[in-house]
């Protein structure tokens, strides 16, 4: 595997929203912990992470979660470290987690030049966006859950042409497609 990549993991409703309006909560998947290969793929992946990349609301979101669970994903987040990207102090409860508030894509190669793996990003939309327009992702994990959001906030904000690589459905209906710009080869 290429330790120079990130990889944006993000789910997304049916009819493509990244974030639901606001009133709709915000079911990350359908039935999740009742669908063991959804949870099991979920682990294997974010396994790969060398470092997790969040922004800062993500960020408090994952802290206040993740070091309380067991099993596969939780061990995953929560021995890989953690980068949250903050124009702002915030405090980092979560161990191993490192503060980064410079430009977003000398950050980003500050991480690729550290060797610290692969970089999986986890939105937020708004700061999902902002890796996308910046250019920095090299493979778009997206994770589609069986709802439609009739509205919300979208990934993607510019045309952006992808070329699908892989396809994983799971019993509940969330979809695992995995997508890389069409120049990657």
């Known amino acids: 595997m290429n330790t ?11 009819d493509g929203y990244g974030a639901a ?6 079911d990350f998947f359908v039935e999740y912990d009742e669908d063991e290969e959804f949870v099991a793929h979920m682990g294997e992946f974010l396994g790969r992470a060398g470092v997790h990349a969040m922004g800062s609301r993500t960020y408090r979101d994952m802290a206040g979660h993740w ?14 470290p953690k980068v949250v990207f903050s124009s702002r102090p915030i405090e980092t409860p979560w161990e191993q987690t490192t503060v980064c508030s410079g430009d977003l894509a000398t950050e980003f190669a500050g991480l690729k030049a550290k060797g610290v793996g692969p970089i999986m990003v986890h939105g937020g939309v708004r700061f999902a ?48 497609l995995t997508y890389v710009r069409p120049d990657a080869d």
């Not at 309006?21 to 915000?26: I, L, M, T």
């Not at 669970?69 to 939780?74: D, H, L, N, P, Y």
């Open 67 to 80: 070091p309380y669970q067991s099993g596969v994903e939780a061990d995953a987040m929560n021995t890989i």
């Open 129 to 176: 966006q902002s890796v996308v327009r910046a250019g920095l992702v090299d493979e778009f994990h997206l994770l589609i859950k069986p709802v439609a959001h009739g509205a919300g906030g979208p990934l993607f904000t510019e045309f952006t042409k992808l070329k699908l690589v892989d396809v994983k459905s799971f019993p509940r209906g969330n979809l695992a």
């Open 4 to 14: 120079d990549l990130v990889i944006l993991r993000h789910g997304l409703s049916l």
């Open 21 to 26: 309006p606001p009133g709709v909560p915000e």
